[in-house]
């Protein structure tokens, strides 16, 4: 009675030990071990079926170390004794594998094995797998003991998957949700396709545990380019890779606008075999990017991490409806990028009509006065009027130099290049300040070391620009700048004591605040404005630095 009892009381304990586990991973390993421990068998194994319901698409082993798992290579689809259970369902014990006529042998380097059980794990009627254990200790046969154990213990073990796979299923939607709330967001906050497109293939690879993930987007006349990319390894060195539009997977997702999986890549003639050469795949999956119905881009899944690199038609759906936000973030993107380009060249356009009706209407007329001149100065050669006009014409002279070399700092001021930002600024608000009667104080309390070059310029155009919006509407007697840095991020704090304006008044493109704000925009900063009538103007500028 003793010896019945020391194994059951083991059972007890293994059903305690099973349900407490909520990794499915960790529970199938621990099932394993638990069967073999309890009827003294040499190897374990758990077969999980697959969808289809006649193949194994997990195999979980237990006694094999790992240098003859690796030499056997792939794990059993379930063919032979292991078929009989997937198709049977119910416990067998043979004394001899060899001997049964239904066994197929084992591969090479594969240990020998005589004695076996198999004993079927059920959710709810329906076969998830099945245990198999062989060569029981001593030589012997497993027993009716060693069934009923395993049978009690594979009832316990399948109300722990389930709940397992229960827990899963609740972390993988909590995943699911986080990533497309991540990928609403950078839809309505991300400016920067580039970035977009690494969030996008991040969390892809995630959703779907997958070893590499790409977005694919056209590129050259006829190909589709992989523009962003995430994986185990050679992720950058694939970005830029192209694939033809004509003649590959991607390219017929693309054109097509229908999604696809792929079981065995090498089997598809459609497949890139550069490409699955150098990802090392054997499955994926490719769904389009549609924007408006009309196809953008291609987004691409390449083996899972698991054992079986297969992807399920669960996966595929979850990357459709992945794809479908993401199709948006990137179209998006895009436009917000297009904008901001047009933005900036109709901005360019605009100072540089700006320069030319100066060159024109100062410089140009200065030039004219000055040949003019020249002509007065022949004439009076000789007489008493040549030194007064020798003498004028040498002022126009210095006046067009100085609104030459006024136009070549507004174009880009040389101090800038030269000692960095605060210098650049002394000069602009000294130059200010003499030309316009405005009092301005600048006080820097910037560290010594000189910001990125792209953060500079930026701030240096928007005092700038603030500077003309403070002649042209502030009327304003004293302007104050505070530049300063916190925390990885540098600011820069503009306030008049003039006339300031009510919000209802306010109009932007007058202020130039849109050039303003797409300037800062592009290193990743905000800019901030507050105004009342009577009351003066502050503007806050924060870029970060990293």
Same mark, same amino acid.
């Given at each position: 009675?003793? #010896?019945?009892?020391?194994?059951?009381?083991?059972?007890? %304990?293994?059903?305690?030990?099973?349900?407490?586990?909520?990794?499915?991973?960790?529970?199938?390993?621990?099932?394993?071990?638990?069967?073999?421990?309890?009827?003294?068998?040499?190897?374990?194994? =758990?077969?999980?079926?697959? #969808?289809?319901?006649?193949?194994?698409?997990?195999?979980?082993?237990?006694?094999?170390?790992?240098?003859?798992?690796? $030499?056997?290579?792939?794990? !059993?689809?379930?063919?032979?004794?292991?078929?009989?259970?997937?198709? +049977?369902?119910?416990?067998?014990?043979?004394?001899?594998?060899?001997?049964?006529?239904?066994?197929?042998?084992?591969? *090479?380097?594969? !240990?020998?094995?005589?004695?076996?059980?198999?004993?079927?794990?059920?959710?709810?009627?329906?076969?998830?797998?099945? =245990?198999? /254990?062989?060569? @029981?200790?001593?030589?012997?046969?497993?027993?009716?003991?060693? %069934?009923?154990?395993?049978?009690?213990?594979?009832?316990?073990?399948?109300?722990?998957?389930?709940?397992?796979?229960?827990? %899963? #299923?609740?972390?993988?939607?909590?995943?699911?949700?986080?990533?497309?709330?991540?990928?609403?967001?950078?839809?309505?906050?991300?400016?920067?396709?580039?970035?977009?497109?690494?969030?996008?293939?991040?969390?892809?690879?995630?959703?779907?545990?997958?070893?590499?993930?790409?977005?694919?987007?056209?590129?050259?006349?006829?190909?589709?380019?992989?523009?962003? $990319?995430?994986?185990?390894?050679?992720?950058? %060195?694939?970005?830029?890779?192209?694939?033809?539009?004509?003649? #590959? @997977?991607?390219?017929?997702?693309?054109?097509?606008?229908?999604?696809?999986?792929?079981?065995?890549?090498?089997?598809?003639?459609?497949?890139?075999?550069?490409?699955?050469?150098?990802?090392?795949?054997?499955?994926?999956?490719?769904?389009?990017?549609?924007?408006?119905?009309?196809?953008?881009?291609?987004?691409?899944?390449?083996?899972?991490?698991?054992?079986?690199?297969?992807?399920?038609?669960?996966?595929?759906?979850?990357?459709?409806?992945?794809?479908?936000?993401?199709?948006?973030?990137?179209?998006?993107?895009?436009?917000?990028?297009? +904008?901001?380009?047009?933005?900036?060249? +109709?901005?360019?356009?605009?100072?540089?009509?700006?320069?030319?009706?100066? /060159?024109?209407?100062?410089?140009?007329?200065?030039?004219?006065?000055?040949?003019?001149?020249?002509?007065?100065?022949?004439?009076? @050669?000789?007489?008493?009027?040549?030194?007064?006009?020798?003498?004028?014409?040498?002022?126009?002279?210095?006046?067009?130099?100085?609104?030459?070399?006024?136009?070549?700092?507004?174009?880009?001021? @040389?101090?800038?290049?030269?000692?960095?930002?605060?210098?650049?600024?002394?000069? =602009?608000?000294?130059?200010?300040?003499?030309?316009?009667?405005?009092?301005?104080?600048?006080?820097?309390?910037? *560290?010594?070391?000189? =910001? !990125?070059?792209?953060?500079?310029?930026?701030?240096?155009?928007?005092?700038?620009?603030?500077?003309?919006?403070?002649?042209?509407?502030?009327?304003?007697?004293?302007?104050?700048?505070?530049?300063?840095?916190?925390?990885?991020?540098?600011?820069?704090?503009? +306030?008049?004591?003039?006339?300031?304006?009510?919000?209802?008044?306010?109009?932007?493109?007058?202020?130039? /605040?849109?050039?303003?704000?797409?300037?800062?925009?592009?290193?990743?900063?905000? /800019?901030?404005?507050?105004?009342?009538?009577?009351?003066?103007?502050?503007?806050?500028?924060?870029? *970060?630095?990293?």
């Amino acid at each position: 009675m003793q #010896s019945r009892r020391s194994p059951f009381r083991g059972l007890v %304990e293994a059903g305690i030990a099973l349900s407490s586990e909520l990794s499915l991973e960790a529970l199938l390993q621990r099932l394993v071990e638990t069967a073999a421990e309890l009827t003294g068998a040499r190897y374990a194994a =758990l077969g999980v079926i697959d #969808s289809s319901g006649r193949e194994l698409e997990r195999f979980v082993i237990h006694g094999v170390d790992p240098e003859t798992h690796a $030499a056997i290579g792939d794990l !059993p689809r379930g063919r032979g004794i292991l078929g009989v259970l997937i198709r +049977e369902a119910r416990p067998l014990r043979l004394h001899s594998i060899a001997d049964d006529p239904r066994s197929v042998g084992f591969p *090479p380097h594969h !240990p020998p094995m005589t004695t076996f059980l198999g004993v079927p794990v059920l959710l709810r009627g329906i076969a998830y797998g099945n =245990l198999y /254990l062989t060569e @029981k200790e001593g030589g012997a046969d497993f027993t009716d003991e060693d %069934e009923e154990l395993v049978t009690l213990l594979a009832s316990q073990a399948a109300v722990a998957i389930e709940n397992a796979r229960l827990y %899963e #299923s609740s972390r993988a939607w909590a995943r699911q949700l986080e990533s497309l709330d991540e990928i609403t967001t950078a839809m309505v906050s991300e400016l920067q396709p580039a970035r977009v497109l690494e969030l996008i293939v991040r969390r892809m690879r995630e959703l779907v545990d997958a070893r590499f993930v790409a977005v694919l987007l056209p590129g050259a006349e006829g190909a589709l380019e992989i523009a962003a $990319a995430d994986g185990e390894e050679q992720d950058d %060195e694939l970005v830029g890779f192209q694939l033809p539009l004509d003649r #590959s @997977k991607t390219g017929r997702v693309f054109q097509e606008g229908t999604s696809v999986r792929i079981d065995s890549l090498l089997d598809d003639p459609e497949v890139d075999p550069e490409l699955v050469r150098r990802v090392g795949a054997r499955a994926g999956l490719w769904v389009p990017l549609l924007a408006r119905d009309e196809p953008i881009g291609v987004l691409m899944a390449l083996d899972r991490t698991r054992p079986d690199p297969r992807f399920s038609d669960g996966d595929l759906r979850l990357a459709q409806r992945f794809a479908a936000r993401a199709a948006v973030a990137v179209d998006v993107s895009q436009r917000v990028a297009r +904008e901001t380009v047009r933005r900036i060249v +109709e901005g360019q356009e605009h100072e540089r009509r700006r320069l030319s009706r100066e /060159l024109h209407d100062e410089t140009g007329q200065a030039l004219t006065s000055i040949l003019l001149g020249l002509r007065t100065l022949e004439e009076a @050669k000789g007489t008493e009027a040549f030194g007064a006009a020798l003498a004028e014409l040498r002022e126009l002279v210095v006046a067009t130099l100085q609104d030459v070399r006024r136009l070549a700092v507004e174009l880009r001021p @040389k101090a800038l290049d030269d000692f960095g930002l605060v210098p650049a600024l002394e000069r =602009l608000t000294s130059t200010f300040s003499e030309q316009t009667g405005i009092a301005v104080e600048l006080e820097s309390r910037l *560290p010594e070391a000189r =910001l !990125p070059s792209e953060i500079e310029t930026v701030l240096y155009r928007v005092v700038q620009e603030a500077l003309t919006n403070v002649v042209k509407h502030a009327r304003a007697e004293r302007v104050s700048i505070l530049l300063r840095e916190r925390e990885g991020r540098v600011a820069v704090v503009i +306030e008049d004591d003039g006339q300031g304006f009510s919000a209802e008044l306010r109009t932007d493109d007058g202020l130039g /605040l849109v050039g303003m704000r797409e300037r800062v925009a592009l290193v990743g900063g905000r /800019l901030a404005l507050e105004s009342s009538a009577g009351a003066g103007t502050t503007i806050v500028v924060e870029a *970060p630095l990293g």
